[in-house]
């Protein structure tokens, strides 16, 4: 621990959080804004019904589910079993089906597969450090020619604009680190350490075009109101919409 920063672990740290979580997890107020996102997301992928859709850190399923019932096949991927446990319950509730796995987004075996690739709201995108580059790579590999990869990662613009006494930004690794508390089912607290990257605009492209994509977009965009807008200074993130060559 240095100035109150701590190295990323190097591994999927989610895996504890998400299983420590569970349900409690869309009690948070960023997940109540699911039927605007899809909303959202439907129009922008403009996907046939049957259309094969990737969603990394799919978590408990709330947009997984959501696309399945607009009639397109979904895949998810976690590193929380209790997440999936849930996906596939909330699935159920619906009246739809998607598949779900187990697995380390950086080890995602799929090969041209898939028509769209997802990662919202941090799924497995943002959160890896270094290796985020290596999420993106295998997205890529994911999808089909001419497909789309959408995801949203933290803003570097946000961040520096509104400082925050809890967090520590770590400019050299363009990192966030926190202490917090999260609940569990039963409502019970536990201490969690939280290592999120942020990114601008311009690194979200080159990124991109290094992991063999061409970036179309990047937009500012905030739980439950995605939009064509420029970043700016005030909204918490952002959403690169890129395309598979």
Not at 79 to 99: H, N, Q, T, Y
Not at 110 to 126: H, L, M, R
Not at 191 to 198: D, F, I
Request: some cysteine.
């Amino acid at each position: 621990m240095t100035n109150g920063f701590r190295a990323h672990p190097g591994r999927p740290y989610f895996t504890e959080l998400g299983n420590t979580l569970g349900d409690a997890y869309l009690r948070y107020d960023f997940t109540r804004g699911t039927e605007q996102e899809i909303e959202f997301l439907l129009a922008l992928l403009d996907l046939s019904p049957g259309a094969r859709v990737l969603d990394v850190g799919c978590g408990p399923g709330r947009h997984a589910a959501a696309l399945a019932a607009a009639g397109l096949r979904v895949t998810g991927v976690d590193v929380s079993p209790r997440f999936l446990e849930l996906a596939a319950s909330r699935c159920r509730d619906v009246g739809v089906g998607a598949a779900f796995f187990e697995c380390d987004a950086r080890q995602m075996p799929f090969d041209d597969e898939f028509d769209a690739v997802i990662a919202i709201c941090e799924g497995a995108f943002g959160v890896m450090g270094e290796d985020d580059a290596l999420v993106l790579r295998r997205m890529t590999e994911a999808v089909r020619r001419a497909g789309r990869v959408v995801l949203t990662a933290f803003s570097a613009l946000y961040e520096a604009r509104h400082p925050r006494e809890d967090a520590h930004f770590d400019l050299d690794t363009g990192i966030v680190y926190e202490r917090t508390t999260i609940k569990d089912e039963s409502g019970r607290d536990h201490p969690a350490e939280l290592w999120t990257s942020v990114y601008t605009p311009r690194e979200l492209r080159l990124l991109a075009i290094g992991c063999g994509l061409v970036p179309e977009n990047v937009w500012g965009v905030e739980p439950g109101d995605f939009g064509r807008r420029p970043p700016d200074f005030e909204r918490p993130e952002l959403m690169l919409v890129a395309r598979k060559p």
